[in-house]
């Protein structure tokens, strides 16, 4: 298993617990829209995690890719209604740092 596929399936597992801790109703729609958001970015999180194992980027800039990645999947969770914008955001905020704390751990 690459460094990579560690790192998405340590995130994912991480944040379906996360999932289940934060969002209290509309659990299944979220999951779906976490899991499709993850797919949808996997390109881009696999570049940008080589690049910040390489030291093309910097642990700042990993973080700035990466709340913008995470902010387009609050966007998504909105749309369903019966999660509220509170636990939206609670759950983006927790799931901003498992990406970036993992990715750390991971590749650098």
């Keep these: 298993m690459s ?59 990993f973080k700035l890719l990466l709340n913008n990645q995470i902010t387009l999947g609050r966007m998504r969770l909105r749309t369903v209604k019966v999660i509220g914008k509170k636990a939206a955001l609670e759950f983006r905020d927790s799931l901003r740092a498992l990406f970036i704390d993992k990715a750390f751990e991971i590749f650098l």
Aim: no cysteine.
């Design 3 to 61: 460094k990579f596929d560690r790192y998405i399936d340590e995130v994912m597992a991480d944040a379906r617990i996360l999932l289940n801790g934060t969002i209290t109703q509309g659990k299944k729609e979220a999951q779906a829209i976490l899991e499709s958001h993850v797919e949808n970015s996997r390109e881009r999180l696999q570049r940008w995690t080589k690049l910040l194992a390489s030291g093309e980027i910097t642990e700042f800039e």
